[in-house]
Nanobody, 119 residues
C-alpha cells in the first residue's frame, strides 16, 4: 500500500517562502513521475508542478518562476520550494504520482500540507 506523508506547511506573510516535503513509501519511487497539486476551499484541485525521475520539471503558469520542484530518489522524497508566496497560493498541498496525461496514479492520498499566506 502506498503511503504519502506531506510536511512543511505553515503560515507565512506575502513574499515569504516555505519548503514542502513528501515522503513516499510502499512503491518503487524511482519509477514514478511525481507531482504537487493544491486545493483551495471551494476550488478544484490544481496541478502545480511535476518532476520526472531524471529531474525534468514542468510548472503551472500560476507558480512558474516562484516554485521549484525537486526530488531525492535515495530518500523517496519530493520537495516543493515556494518563494515569493502570494495570498492566492493559500491551499492544502498534496503530492502524488502522475502518468503521461498528468492523471494521478495513486489511489491513496496523504493528509496534505496546509499553506496559508496572509498579512
Amino acid at each position: 500500500q502506498v503511503q504519502l506523508m506531506e510536511s512543511g506547511g505553515g503560515l507565512v506573510h506575502p513574499g515569504g517562502s516555505l519548503r514542502l516535503s513528501c515522503v513516499v513509501s510502499g512503491t518503487d519511487f524511482t519509477k514514478h513521475t511525481m507531482a504537487w497539486s493544491r486545493q483551495a476551499p471551494g476550488k478544484e484541485r490544481e496541478l502545480v508542478a511535476v518532476v520526472v525521475s531524471g529531474g525534468f520539471t514542468t510548472y503551472a503558469n500560476s507558480v512558474k518562476d516562484r516554485f521549484t520542484i525537486s526530488r531525492d530518489n535515495a530518500k523517496n522524497t519530493v520537495y516543493l520550494q515556494m518563494n515569493r508566496l502570494k495570498v492566492e497560493d493559500t491551499a492544502v498541498y498534496y503530492c502524488n504520482a502522475v502518468n503521461a496525461h498528468n492523471e494521478y496514479k495513486f489511489h491513496e492520498w496523504g493528509q496534505g500540507a496546509q499553506v496559508t499566506v496572509s498579512s
